[in-house]
T-cell receptor, first 114, second 114 residues
Framework: GNSVTQMEGPVTLSEEAFLTINCTYTATGYPSLFWYVQYPGEGLQLLLKATKADDKGSNKGFEATYRKETTSFHLEKGSVQVSDSAVYFCALSESQTNAGKSTFGDGTTLTVKP | DGGITQSPKYLFRKEGQNVTLSCEQNLNHDAMYWYRQDPGQGLRLIYYSQIVNDFQKGDIAEGYSVSREKKESFPLTVTSAQKNPTAFYLC?????????????FGDGTRLSIL
């Protein structure tokens, strides 16, 4: 079946530091890949997505590249802010065998200190 | 603006009581999902529905029930058979099954035991 493995947290960084959150996946078909962000007490919001190999998703200074050869979709940001403190989820959607369901990683908690 | 509305935001359950969590969407999405999130953990799928009047069990359906009488609505009932119901419940939707789409989430309902 499908699975998503995320870098374990929590991750604590100082403001303006470089961020990487690792994500690797296993899928039976050809998935689309997503990063979601969850702020305290809220639902998940789509942060960025990529639908095919070598696509780069980007939003709000965050980037992730769909690497089919390494089955990875690592999230990066060059300079984090305190407001980026949240839980980040990597996910995939593979329609052929999974009835359109998404598979989520366990989430990585990021805390950015001033 | 289109979106998903979950209510109530906070809910308290007494022993032996069934409670129902509401989820309404005006995105004209076909598929809807219910997830349970425990503190510091990822999402676990409870039930999902691909079309009206049809739904399937997810990974942790025991102690829960759902209905899908209208496209816009997918209420979740937490029954007295669910012995550990304290959690954050998230409802999500996606445009249709068979395409690799991201999910849209509501802001969640936090359920606690009195």
């Amino acid at each position: 079946g499908n699975s998503v493995t995320q870098m374990e947290g929590p991750v604590t960084l100082s403001e303006e530091a470089f961020l990487t959150i690792n994500c690797t996946y296993t899928a039976t078909g050809y998935p689309s890949l997503f990063w979601y962000v969850q702020y305290p007490g809220e639902g998940l919001q789509l942060l960025l997505k990529a639908t095919k190999a070598d696509d780069k998703g980007s939003n709000k200074g965050f980037e992730a590249t769909y690497r089919k050869e390494t089955t990875s979709f690592h999230l990066e940001k060059g300079s984090v802010q305190v407001s980026d403190s949240a839980v980040y989820f990597c996910a995939l959607s593979e329609s052929q065998t999974n009835a359109g369901k998404s598979t989520f990683g366990d989430g990585t908690t990021l805390t950015v200190k001033p | 603006d289109g979106g998903i509305t979950q209510s109530p935001k906070y809910l308290f359950r007494k022993e032996g009581q069934n409670v129902t969590l509401s989820c309404e969407q005006n995105l004209n999405h076909d598929a809807m999902y219910w997830y349970r999130q425990d503190p510091g953990q990822g999402l676990r799928l409870i039930y999902y529905s691909q079309i009206v009047n049809d739904f399937q069990k997810g990974d942790i359906a025991e102690g829960y029930s759902v209905s899908r009488e209208k496209k816009e609505s997918f209420p979740l009932t937490v029954t007295s058979a669910q012995k550990n119901p304290t959690a954050f419940y998230l409802c999500a939707s996606t445009r249709s099954v068979g395409v690799r789409q991201p999910q849209h989430f509501g802001d969640g309902t936090r359920l606690s035991i009195l």
